[in-house]
């Protein structure tokens, strides 16, 4: 059913290039909570994601994330792309979490003086408030995935897409990351849909997996 705490999948097929993602998935899943969206490398989960909040089209079918087309979910959808470009490494991280504010709505945007105040905020709720001056680049990967996940937290969104926020991180700060989710589901109420291979970090935190393999998705 198109529920609004749902994934709702009905007869899609999804391609990325010449690779058949999804073929013909008819799915509804619930997404409260943390949603592990696993499979190898290349199954699609990247482009999945993306197809979920409407940068990337459907061959065919009904893709609804929380009861709302992606177009529209998107507006309430915090995402984290998977790795940052070279380009954003010399940027403090207050002005990377900034520059996301207002992202998804039209209209005058905030004056600087509170979005800052917003962004340090943000910074703050993930535990980055002390180095927001430095540039990305010179953080640690701990460190830098606190100040994407502020980012992505910009515009209170309902929903979190993160990407591997989990990859090239020690275990310490995997853990560390992981406990900070574990806090925004539950003390926020966000859901929270992610891809990783770090299962080990993830266990007992889960509320379920969905695996994307040879064109299906299955919970
Ligand atoms: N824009 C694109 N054009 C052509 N092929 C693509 C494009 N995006 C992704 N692919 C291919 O689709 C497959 C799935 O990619 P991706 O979604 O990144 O997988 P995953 O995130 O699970 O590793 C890969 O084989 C990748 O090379
Ligand atoms: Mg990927």
């Not at 943390?34 to 079918?61: E, P, Y």
């Not at 403090?92 to 039209?106: C, E, L, R």
Request: contains cysteine.
């Amino acid at each position: 059913m198109a529920h609004p705490d749902n994934l709702f999948l009905d007869g899609v097929t999804l391609c990325a290039g010449h690779k058949t993602i999804l073929d013909h998935v008819t799915l509804t899943v619930p997404i409260t909570g943390m949603t592990l969206l696993a499979g190898r490398n290349g199954s699609g989960k990247s482009t999945f994601l993306k197809a979920c909040l409407g940068l990337v089209r459907l061959q065919n079918g009904v893709l609804l994330v929380k009861g709302q087309p992606p177009e529209t979910a998107c507006k309430q959808i915090g995402y984290m792309p998977q790795g940052l470009n070279d380009a954003a490494l010399m940027i403090p991280a207050i002005s990377h979490v900034m520059a996301a504010m207002n992202g998804a709505q039209w209209g005058v945007s905030l004056p600087s003086r509170n979005r800052r105040e917003n962004a340090e905020r943000l910074l703050a709720l993930t535990g980055a408030l002390s180095f927001a001056r430095r540039p990305l680049g010179l953080l640690s990967g701990g460190e830098r995935q606190r100040v994407c996940l502020a980012q992505a937290l910009t515009d209170n969104p309902k929903t979190l897409l993160l990407d591997e926020p989990l990859a090239a991180l020690d275990h310490e700060a995997q853990h560390q990351i992981v406990s900070l989710l574990d806090t925004l589901t539950r003390e926020l109420g966000i859901s929270i849909l992610m891809t990783s291979h770090e299962t080990e970090a993830l266990d007992g935190k889960v509320s379920r997996i969905l695996k994307l393999e040879n064109g299906s998705l299955h919970v």
